[in-house]
């Protein structure tokens, strides 16, 4: 564990129960002077993760514009504001999705693909003590922590109610390129990480039932992303977390290949880019796929949190681990047969940890 570094862990206390301790983030000028690559091979604190508001429409609203955008993407549109279900029928670890609600981002593609930067990781405990509410429902999508991985890659599946039950999965590549999904008992999650925090009550949420795609778009969350656009524009950007099942059809997905198996250079470390495709891609998976979802509209500031730029991150595990399906979610690959049922709720702010993008003075 000595070469594992925490660059997302917090100083015992430093941040517990405050706040306050967030820096607001205003968007600001940027600066011409490019930082240097080496105050990312430190051992930076992140002490202090940036934060931003996210806009809080009324759910009502939030629903209608959904189903307006949502008749678009598919023939069959059902779009409601309902008290949240007992999520933990559906089989999440918490019951529900409401109060304090949060996205959190951590890391980049250069945490996850530079090797000067292998074994960055972070602890959940440590972010919700960030957020000041130790007991959370979290869950969202990421990459698996090497160490805690058995020296693995894998696509992570966080699934926990802190302090409870940890119903996390990882997803990773066998030597048949197979689909491997196991437990993932920890909360120390990799390189890169998406999630939806909330105290896991319940509340009104928004109840989501699309089926038979008539859209070009292949992905639920994407479709989304896309109809709340009218929001954005009249009121700003908006965050949410979501919950959803695949009722009917198949998807597409991938997992990440462990680094010695990839086999050839696919990452440039002078741009910081990846320039080969290395993923391994797998078709006609689900249905009965149990999805974890974090989307925004856009970044509240403008370009300051470096945020993912495909403004969602889903992953996906089977309700049945024995079908060995799990990973990163790309889109149904069935659009006549494809039935997804979803409960999301508003983020209200947005919490941004190990922006590697920023120490690099590049951006995502
Ligand atoms: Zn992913």
Redesign the pocket.
């Known amino acids: 564990m000595g070469a594992t570094r925490n660059v997302g862990s917090l100083q015992p206390g430093s941040a517990r129960g405050n706040p306050s301790h967030e820096k607001s983030l205003q968007p600001r000028e940027r600066e011409g002077v490019p930082r240097k690559k080496e105050r990312a091979r430190g051992n930076p604190s992140h002490e202090e993760c940036k934060s931003a508001a996210f806009q809080m429409p009324e759910l009502s609203r939030v629903a209608a514009t959904l189903r307006a955008g949502l008749e678009h993407h598919y023939a069959s549109v059902d779009v409601s504001v309902v008290e949240c279900p007992d999520l933990t029928k559906l089989g999440a670890a918490a019951r529900g999705m409401c109060g304090s609600t949060r996205l959190i981002e951590f890391g980049g593609e250069p945490y996850a693909h530079n090797p000067a930067y292998r074994g960055t990781n972070i602890d959940v405990d440590d972010v919700l003590r960030a957020c000041g509410m130790p007991a959370a429902g979290v869950f969202g ?3 698996a922590d090497t160490a805690v991985n058995n020296g693995h890659c894998g ?1 992570l599946i966080p699934d926990m109610l802190a302090g409870e039950s940890n119903l996390s999965r990882v997803a990773r590549v066998g030597t048949d390129r197979e689909c491997i999904v196991e437990p993932y008992p920890s909360a120390v999650c990799g390189p ?1 990480v998406n999630l939806y925090v909330s105290e896991g009550r319940n509340g009104e949420v928004v109840r989501i039932d699309v089926r038979t795609r008539i859209g070009e778009q292949p992905s639920l969350p994407q479709a989304i992303r896309d109809s709340l656009r009218p929001i954005a524009r009249s009121q700003g950007h908006i965050g949410m977390g979501g919950f959803f099942k695949v009722l009917s059809g198949r998807i597409r997905s ?1 997992v990440m290949p462990d680094y010695g198996c990839i086999g050839f250079d696919y990452y440039d470390t002078d741009t910081e880019r990846v320039v080969r495709d290395f993923l391994q891609f797998y078709d006609h998976i689900g249905p009965d796929l149990l999805c974890f979802s974090t989307l925004w509209t856009g970044d509240p500031t403008g370009g300051d949190l470096n945020l993912r730029p495909s403004g969602e ?3 996906f595990r089977h309700v049945d681990d024995a079908a060995q399906q799990g ?2 979610y790309h889109g149904d690959i069935t659009p006549g047969e494809v039935h997804y049922l979803g409960f999301f709720n508003l983020a209200e702010r947005i919490l941004r940890f190990g922006d590697i993008y920023a120490d690099l003075g590049t951006s995502p």
């Open positions: 999508a990421g990459m696509e890169i991938h991150h889903t992953h990973g990163h």
